[in-house]
């Protein structure tokens, strides 16, 4: 018999993650890992010792499938608070195992066949693989580096390419604020122009805002969901993991209408039934840290994204930084190689620091290939050693 023929279809359309792919070859030439998005930090004391008191307390078995009631009632209150979307705990939120998992429950929620999902690239690794899951056919805008007003350099789309996209079997856009990986932060007038388009061609928007408080030099986060006539018509996404240093406690959630919300209820119910029980209890205390919780946490990343930018810039990759979240898009062009990819190979085994090959970013690969990503959740002494292994490569190329 032979195996490999009794795979899905879908299952053979994408590959193994790049990022984790070159985490292992980090791993193998024990190079520094400037690719993968894990933080660089733990979660604060008192949320890791509700999570222990939570499992001696008992809260050993199933939460509600959607999530445990206090902890709904902690994220209705942030959106309400924070994100300024009208939110119910009890019609509007189901909690997921992080955003990854509500993302795709969310699609699964909305998609038919023949349905179109727009969809700006860069963009974030996993909505590839998340629309073929859901059966949507995905339709890519652009964001290009612009000359911006004040004469820095934006990431934007070309209005004329976004209307295009637009069309009857438009279902939804994916949007991702602040973006991953581009640290763009999406301005009011992008989101008003989008969100006219989803009333226009009356479709959804889904929001990825998993990073919503790393946000620098002043700029504010704004949800598309907040926006005039866009609450029903809006589903956000976003979780615990980035802003407490929690990735691996996998807790996220969607905020949606209710009747969205059902739907997305029953695709999360049988995919995961819920989220860890006794980690929803510590995220109510997260969810309740003072704002100073937020301002400390900007200022340690900003300090970091000004380290990694001036080590890029002195190595001789072209960068400008980002505007949120902790990744540096670069250009790789002046130092010559064939491809991101033999780049990413190059730089892990003769220099031993690793990043992300641009093109696993985009679904036109070749809009990639002179880019290159690197993440700047790392500790001080080991940015300063990635800096020293990086000054080496004009002399090595
Ligand atoms: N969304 C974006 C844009 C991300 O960059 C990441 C992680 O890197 C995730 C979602 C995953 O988040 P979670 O841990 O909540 O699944």
Known sequence: M???SKLSNKSERFTESVIRGMTQLCLKHNAINLSQGTPAYQPPDEVKQAAIAAIQDGYNQYSITWGAPDFREAIAKKMNKFNHIETDAAKNVTVTCGSTEG???????????????????????NYGPDTI?????????????TKAEDGGMRFTYDKDELK?????????????????????????????????????YDCLAITDEIYEHMIYDGKQHISIGSLPNMTDR??????????????GWRLGYVVASEILSNAIRKMHDFLTVGAPHPLQRAGIVALNLPSSYYKELVQKYDRNRKLLVNILTE???RC??????????????????????????????????????GSSFYSRSHLGKTKFRFM????????????NRLMKIKSKI
Do not use: R
């Open 164 to 200: 295009n996209a637009f069309s009857n079997n438009t279902k939804a856009i994916i949007i991702n604020t602040p973006n991953n990986p581009l640290g763009k932060v999406f301005t009011h007038d992008e989101l008003q122009e989008i969100a006219d388009l989803c009333i226009t």
């Open 376 to 387: 700047f959740s790392m500790s001080d002494d080991i940015l300063d050693e990635a800096g």
């Open 133 to 145: 899951i859901s059966g949507a056919k995905p339709v890519y805008v652009a964001l290009q580096e």
């Open 103 to 125: 993302m795709l429950s969310a699609l699964l929620a909305i998609i038919n066949p023949g349905d179109e999902v727009i969809i700006f690239e860069p963009f974030y690794e």
């Open 234 to 247: 809006t589903i956000t996404v976003s979780g615990l993991s980035k802003t407490y240093s929690m990735t």
């Open 315 to 317: 190595a001789g990759f």
């Open 2 to 4: 032979s195996v490999k």
């Open 320 to 357: 400008h930084p980002p505007e949120a979240a902790y990744y540096i898009m670069t250009d790789i062009s002046d130092f010559g190689f064939p491809d991101d990819t033999k780049f990413a190979h190059w730089l892990v085994q003769e220099i031993g620091v690793g990043g992300v090959p």
